[in-house]
């Protein structure tokens, strides 16, 4: 059984950066697409970045041209690097495994995400 352990959460101020880390446990990430997720409360889990077997990036919404999405085969992780943050980017952040085709849904259950809180 695949586990998702994200970790890099936390407060930063409007304009700041943070870096998130997905690891994954239980499965090779190394065939596989994989993408970062965000969701507020009451809202619906959106895809924000996803990630080729081949390192090709796309990038969605208001984040192109400050998240940085990469991923060490090695350590079987797969990290998140956000600038110039936004309060509007205040989120819990999760990753997964995404479908090579769209629509990129998630492929294994889903870990206990990071709470990134951009504060303005």
């Known amino acids: 059984q695949v586990q998702l352990v994200e970790s890099g959460g936390g407060l930063v101020q409007t304009g700041g950066s943070l870096r998130l880390s997905c690891e994954a446990s239980?499965?090779?990430?190394?065939?596989?697409?994989m993408g970062w997720f965000r969701q507020v409360a009451g809202k619906e889990r959106e895809l924000v970045a996803h990630i080729s077997p081949t390192d090709d990036t796309t990038y969605y919404r208001s984040v192109k041209g400050r998240f940085a999405i990469s991923r060490d085969n090695a350590k079987n992780t797969v990290n998140l690097e956000m600038s110039s943050l936004k309060p509007e980017d205040t989120a819990v952040y999760y990753c997964?495994?995404?479908?090579?085709?769209?629509?990129?849904?998630?492929?294994?259950?889903w870990g206990q995400g990071t709470q990134v809180t951009v504060s303005s």
């Open positions: 997964n495994a995404v479908r090579s085709l769209p629509p990129r849904t998630s492929l294994w259950s």
């Open positions: 239980g499965h090779t990430i190394t065939t596989h697409y």
